[in-house]
């Protein structure tokens, strides 16, 4: 039996008479109880996002307290664990504080001391169930899919997102590693703080690194490819991070994005171990479009609509033929790579079947040369409605040179002017 979000607190001891007086307590205090005299049976009911707290023994036979928070621990490090203990274990009550448990009561136990307890800490977790959730949602607004993996990174993301443990981002361009990224300082304690990016490959000594840590204090450093950064760099930026965690002081986060394998850069001693090793302690893997195949469909359709609202136009029709096409096509740019193709979709241009082709947007009522003329007229119109009239984003989606583009308008008559008011409008 998995235990439901309305039952506020688990008492777990081995002895029948102590749990049924613990819950007699609690019922008449006001808070929903439930029991278990058996630690292996109750591991088993909890959840991962219960909004309670676990109050339990020290000793108890198949599985002692201390296992019974390790195994918490392992299901949420954040999951409250109230210790019971006998009057001269107080050194091991101790020892359960550092291992993960919120805190601990003495036997005989204090009614009242157990109360101000939870009085204490339940409001608390609730609040951080609801922040999680709240996180979970608003990540699977940007972050879209229904596959496990992505549903898995949206998990991670609402378990770390509210603390300031720097991070380590990888997998292949055009995967959602920067939205993953902007993700999780938007939705930590410094949200309020800068976000500054930086590459990489534009840090050629310590100074600059410096410069940027300055630039985002009290906020997120969004770190591009620390591996190519000179190794003394890597070097002081480890012992940064470092001196960081042993004061609990948090001036920068530090989230890490780097290409490939991180695993591969150490082995050819580019990204420093030990900078390695400090990041990788909270690690996303961002999956390829390919290994999460089944959201193909739905994420073209998203984006295709998306485009066409950008558009002011009808959502167009896609057959079964082409979204097979979609399903073969190997998407080397990934997500990025078909939100392109949704949008280049959106305003006629069919790609990924066979070959590049436009789709008909009229019938042959008119002359060859007339229809070609309104075809090139309503593509270039779309891309800048799309692009809010910025032309070197059109010149670079329509893949042709700005002086030919400024041509091509002045024939038809355009100007980009219209379409930045009209976009902002």
């Known amino acids: 039996m998995m235990i439901n979000n309305d ?114 800490h339940l409001p608390e977790r609730k609040r951080k169930i609801e922040q999680r959730n709240t996180l979970t949602h608003s990540a699977s607004e940007v972050l879209l899919g229904d596959s496990p993996l992505i549903i898995k990174i949206r998990e991670q993301i609402a378990d770390i997102a509210l603390t300031t443990k720097d991070v380590l981002i990888e997998g292949d361009s055009g995967t959602g590693r920067h939205t993953v990224a902007k993700l999780l300082h938007q939705n930590s304690e410094i949200s309020e703080g800068p976000y500054v990016s930086a590459l990489g490959q534009e840090i050629s000594c310590t100074a600059d690194l410096q410069r940027k840590m300055i630039s985002a204090r009290s906020g997120s450093l969004c770190l591009k490819n620390p591996q190519v950064m000179p190794t003394e760099t890597q070097q002081w930026l480890c012992r940064f991070l470092l001196e960081q965690d042993r004061q609990g002081k948090k001036e920068v986060r530090l989230l890490a994005i780097v290409d490939g394998s991180p695993e591969n850069q150490v082995e050819q001693e580019k990204l420093l171990p030990e900078l390695f090793y400090f990041l990788s302690q909270v690690r996303f893997s961002l999956p390829t479009l390919i290994q999460r195949g089944c959201d193909i469909t739905p994420l073209f359709r998203h984006f295709l609509k998306q485009s066409c609202l950008k558009l002011n136009k009808s959502v167009p029709a896609v057959d079964k033929a082409y979204i097979n096409t979609l399903n073969r096509h190997e998407w080397p740019g990934n997500v990025l790579e078909l939100k392109n193709v949704a949008e280049l979709y959106a305003i006629g241009i069919v790609k990924l079947a066979g070959q590049e082709r436009t789709k008909p947007l009229e019938q042959m009522s008119s002359p060859l040369d007339d229809l070609v003329d309104g075809y090139e007229k309503q593509v270039i119109e779309d891309a800048l409605y799309l692009f809010a009239g910025r032309i070197n984003d059109v010149s670079n989606y329509l893949q042709i040179p700005r002086k030919k583009l400024y041509l091509r308008m002045k024939k038809h008559n355009l100007d980009k002017a219209e379409y930045k008011v009209r976009a902002s409008s």
Not at 13 to 40: N, R
Request: aromatic share 4%; glycine share 6%.
């Open 7 to 120: 039952i506020e607190v688990l008492i777990i001891d081995d002895d029948q008479d102590v749990v049924e007086a613990y819950q007699h307590l609690l019922e008449v205090s006001g808070y929903k109880a439930l029991t278990a005299t058996d630690p292996t049976v109750a591991i088993n009911m909890l959840h991962k996002d219960w909004p309670g707290v676990v109050v339990t023994d020290m000793y108890m036979p198949g599985l002692s307290g201390m296992e019974l928070l390790e195994k918490v621990r392992e299901l949420d490090p954040e999951l409250p664990v109230i210790m019971i203990t006998g009057h001269g274990d107080i050194p091991m009550a101790v020892d359960a504080l550092k291992k993960g448990a919120l805190d601990f009561l003495q036997k005989p136990l204090q009614p009242a001391e157990l109360l101000a307890l939870l009085e204490k």
